[in-house]
């Protein structure tokens, strides 16, 4: 059955293979990006899946850019919570601005989307909420308190939100990722990347569609009897 799935983050990275192996699964995805237009019409025009911009930092902004979904669309029942941004320092040389925006971002976008559509699907009685969360949200990361803090909030909202909705038919899980091959990991500094692989037991990065696949799975009807779990998927470098 096709369902409309909205993917934040949508653009690049392990959102645009999420958005695309919900589009080959049978549903009908869009994405949302904040920056970078010129990308967002690439990514349409090479994968027809449309793109709204709008801040899901922002809960206005939130409301009003799933409304607009919804209106052109249909009503969102598969939600990704996928966009995250990093602001990396040790704590004693952060700043508030690094800390809440990381904070803000990772975590408080969950609230700002979750918020618009949970009562829709409550109605209707089906949904679908899957929460990016990171394997340094489970093990912690020297210079990155904000980044883990907010990773691993996401944790705790995903197995809440799924016990206040599992009698309406919708589950609600997280994924944690470990280090994918994505823009984000190839700005790290190449020696320190080459210590990551050399701590990841199956000696490689992830690819996005190792996300993609599962993000897809946990969207089917195939998964409905399972909410609240948290899926690592980083090569055995964390075991929870």
């Known amino acids: 059955m096709q369902r409309i799935a909205l993917v934040t983050g949508g653009t690049r990275g392990l959102g645009r293979a999420i958005a695309i192996a919900l589009r080959d699964a049978g549903h009908r995805p869009a994405v ?23 801040n899901v930092g922002d809960f206005h902004a939130c409301r009003l850019g799933v409304l607009k979904v919804a209106y052109e669309l249909g009503p969102v029942d598969i939600l990704v ?7 990396d320092a040790m704590l004693h040389n952060m700043t508030p601005e690094q800390w809440w925006n990381v904070v803000q971002t990772n975590l408080g976008s969950m609230f700002n989307m979750a918020r618009q559509v949970v009562g829709g699907m409550r109605e209707r009685r089906f949904g679908r909420i899957i929460n990016i969360s990171s394997v340094n949200g489970r093990k912690g990361q020297a210079g990155q308190t904000n980044y883990a803090a907010g990773k691993a909030g996401v944790l705790g909202f995903t197995r809440a ?14 994924i944690a990722p470990g280090y994918c091959d ?54 055995g470098q964390y075991m929870g």
């Not at 919570?81 to 602001?87: E, L, Q, S, Y």
């Not at 939100?161 to 997280?174: F, H, K, M, W, Y």
Request: charged share 20%; no cysteine.
């Open 32 to 54: 949302v990006y904040l920056r970078d237009t010129d990308a967002a019409l690439r990514f349409t025009d090479d994968t027809s899946i449309p793109a709204y911009k709008w």
């Open 182 to 235: 994505t823009d984000m990991v190839a700005a790290v500094a190449p020696d320190t990347l080459r210590s990551i692989v050399a701590g990841i037991p199956v000696g490689r990065m992830g690819t996005p569609a190792d996300i993609g696949r599962m993000a897809a799975f946990l969207a089917s009807d195939d998964a409905g009897f399972i909410t609240g779990a948290t899926f690592d998927i980083n090569g």
């Open 161 to 174: 939100l799924a016990l206040e909705n599992a009698a309406r038919n919708i589950t609600v899980n997280a």
């Open 81 to 87: 919570n996928n966009a995250g941004v990093t602001a």
